[in-house]
């Protein structure tokens, strides 16, 4: 447990800007708990509430399950994407909270044939930032691959002949043409998921319980 939550009542919620915040208030005000800033306007990474024994640290979409397994975070909301990459280690995931759902999908260039290039054994280069569920994916259909890792604008890699394919999460499929591409393959359905420190759900279950339930409930639409 870190210095910061020693002797501490203080409940911490890690999560990231953007869609799974947003998806999340909804979620947080179930549980009586309103966030009292806003992480898109506020400079601070400590956001307090209503309650001031909770408060939100916001990090990055694929920190978050590393502040939760040491414990800087008693829970956090990440995806399937990002817990897939971290393993999951020291997690307790108990809910699905079906919310920034989307698909993981390899995509390509149009003009490109990746139903050929698989069939004739060809080598792809593959850019994504999931590099651990790519691999996954390609081992299991027998593709060979070279993996580049990038941390961002996946989807510029085939465009400058970076890769031949890149793996990424897609849920309208807009920017995937606005850049010429096509989707050409579904690896799995993404939503994010709760997750719990696991020391944090034995010494604070108390606290975490009512919090636990009423995100079940209101998740459950
Ligand atoms: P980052 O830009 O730091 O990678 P995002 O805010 O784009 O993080 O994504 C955070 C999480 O939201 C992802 O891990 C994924 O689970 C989900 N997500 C990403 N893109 C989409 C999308 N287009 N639709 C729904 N959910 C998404
Ligand atoms: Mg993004």
């Known amino acids: 447990m870190s210095a910061f939550q020693a002797d501490s009542q203080q409940l911490i919620l890690a999560l990231s800007k953007g869609r799974i915040f947003e998806d999340t208030l909804p979620l ?30 916001i990090v990055r979409a694929t920190d ?21 990459e971290h393993g999951g280690e020291g997690l307790y995931q108990p809910i699905d909270l079906h919310i920034a759902e989307c698909r993981m999908s390899v995509a390509v260039r149009n003009g490109f044939d990746y139903e050929t290039a698989v069939r004739q054994g060809a080598r792809l280069r593959v850019a994504t ?4 569920t790519a691999r996954a994916h390609f081992a299991k259909k027998g593709v060979h691959v070279d993996l580049i890792k990038l941390y961002g604008s996946m989807e510029l ?19 995937l043409r606005a850049n010429d591409l096509k989707e050409v393959e579904a ?13 944090a759900l034995k010494m604070k279950r ?12 209101a998740s459950k639409k």
Not at 38 to 50: A, D, F, G, Q, V
Not at 66 to 77: I, K, L, N, P
Not at 187 to 199: E, G, K, P
Not at 206 to 217: C, D, G, S
């Open 129 to 132: 930032k999931f590099v651990e």
């Open 187 to 199: 690896i799995m359905d993404i939503s994010s998921r709760l997750i719990v420190n696991q020391a």
């Open 206 to 217: 108390e606290r975490l319980q009512p919090i636990l339930e009423a995100f079940e409930r």
């Open 64 to 84: 978050v399950p590393t502040y939760v397994q040491h414990g800087a975070a008693d829970f956090g909301v990440a995806g399937k994407d990002v817990l897939l």
């Open 157 to 175: 890699a085939p465009l400058v002949g970076l890769s031949d394919a890149i793996v990424d999460v897609v849920s309208t499929g807009n920017t």
């Open 28 to 57: 947080l005000e179930a549980a009586g708990i309103t966030v009292t800033e806003n992480p898109e306007t506020s400079r601070k990474l400590i956001l307090p509430t209503n309650d001031p024994n909770v408060r939100v640290l």
